[in-house]
């Protein structure tokens, strides 16, 4: 319980925020989202018209997938914490680094810059529950060239909390946003499946929407105003206790 309200004390409000936001940014880039059908097809072994009629089945690779690529991710995250725990005097370096990445993220995001990204074979491929943990283990890397800069900036930003464990949990907050859709996806693909057409159709906005919220958040990174109004936040002196 002390470790854990002394992780909770070195996070701020917009951080939590932040990390969860640049999770849910990843999860409507261009290697993502459009891929999502695929992906649940690949791990669960299900072909993409009957995912709706398999939500058992789906829905229990879908969490072993989600969890092989937060495991990665909490240990980045982890080990980028205890680094910036190691260089102290940095810290203002780890800020500005952080900022950088996600004023290119947001860049990325909204289409001024223009990456490859990961391919992932069609058919599915039934291998329970491991096969579905390491394919999210390796996705989390494949995804890289994609969301890479959201993730790096998010990884600086833990390398700023000065701990592996706080690292840790901020990454542990970036896998829930971009895991939490995942799983409404396998829980109720019907439902979910035409919430992302009605996003696709409006897909350009979203991203210019998104990649706009990464590079400001991305410029008051730089300019020293994110903890600034990060104390400001309603609830930010729970953070403080």
Do not use: K
């Not at 005097?89 to 810059?113: D, E, K, M, P």
């Not at 958040?217 to 109004?229: A, M, N, P, R």
């Amino acid at each position: 319980m002390i470790l854990l309200a002394v992780t909770v004390h070195s996070l701020s409000p917009g951080a939590v925020l932040l990390a969860f936001a640049a999770g849910s940014v990843s999860f409507v880039s261009p290697c993502v989202l459009p891929l999502v059908p695929v992906y649940l097809s690949y791990i669960s072994g299900v072909g993409v018209e009957r995912l709706a009629g398999e939500r058992d089945r789906v829905l229990a690779v879908a969490l072993a997938f989600v969890t092989g690529f937060s495991t990665v991710f909490v240990l980045l995250g982890a080990a980028f914490g205890g680094v910036g725990g190691l260089l102290l005097q940095y810290r203002h370096g780890f800020v500005l680094v952080a900022g950088v990445f996600l004023i290119v993220s947001g860049l990325v995001v909204a289409g001024a810059l223009r990456l490859p990204g990961p391919h992932l074979a069609v058919t599915p491929r039934a291998g329970g529950l491991a096969r579905a943990f390491v394919t999210g283990a390796a996705v989390s890397i494949g995804w890289t060239p994609c969301v890479g800069y959201v993730l790096g900036g998010i990884l600086m930003l833990a390398g700023t909390r000065q701990s592996a464990p706080s690292g840790a949990l901020l990454l542990l907050v970036y896998s829930a946003g971009l895991g939490v859709p995942f799983v409404l996806a396998a829980l109720a693909f019907g439902w979910m499946t035409r919430r992302l057409a009605a996003l696709r159709r409006h897909y350009r906005v979203v991203q210019m929407v998104a990649g706009g919220l990464l590079a400001v958040s991305g410029v008051l990174l730089v300019t020293g105003l994110f903890d600034q109004l990060s104390r400001r936040l309603p609830g930010a002196s729970l953070f403080n206790l």
